[in-house]
């Protein structure tokens, strides 16, 4: 062996005994951080936009499941910012093709967060809403949380013909009625 072989050699076991020799320290192995699987992690929160002259309730939800078609799905809502000293107040509805099977009502009480959970049912592929209006001190807001069961795209009905003009413009011809 030669010289520079000794020397990485010894730079070798220098590099192993330095990262052994914390968990050697004390008889016991440090201890590594706990990784847990996405699914035991609380899924993220999507923050709704609140408008001007709004009711001033913050709402931020979450779809807890994939929605399937007559499979309950619970929707996670949680709500803060609850200045009125009556408190505030929430009706829930749902589009066609959404069936809501929790309370349609709930009451905010105020200065705290408040979370709800409820459970709509879907009846067809496709995208619906679950609608969320807030009212506080008069001012009301509207949320719709989208629910999309199945990987059907919503689709535009056509009502009209795509053609070209003479300057090679793309116009839609539509019937008249």
Known sequence: MNIRSNSMMAM?????????????????????????????????????PQKAGGSGVAL????????????????????DGVTEPQGATVRLSADAGLTLQSSDTLALPAGRRTTATVTVVSERDGLAYLNVFITQSGAMSAVSIPVQTGTAAPVLKSIGELKSAPDGEKIITMPAK
Do not use: C, E, N
């Open 60 to 79: 931020q939800y979450r779809v807890d499941a994939t929605p399937q078609i007559g499979r309950a799905t619970p929707v996670v809502l949680q709500f």
């Open 12 to 48: 070798a076991w220098i590099a192993l005994a330095g990262l052994s020799a914390p968990a050697l320290a004390d008889g016991t192995p440090t201890p590594r951080a706990v990784r847990h699987p996405a699914h035991h992690r609380a899924a993220a929160m999507t923050k709704a």
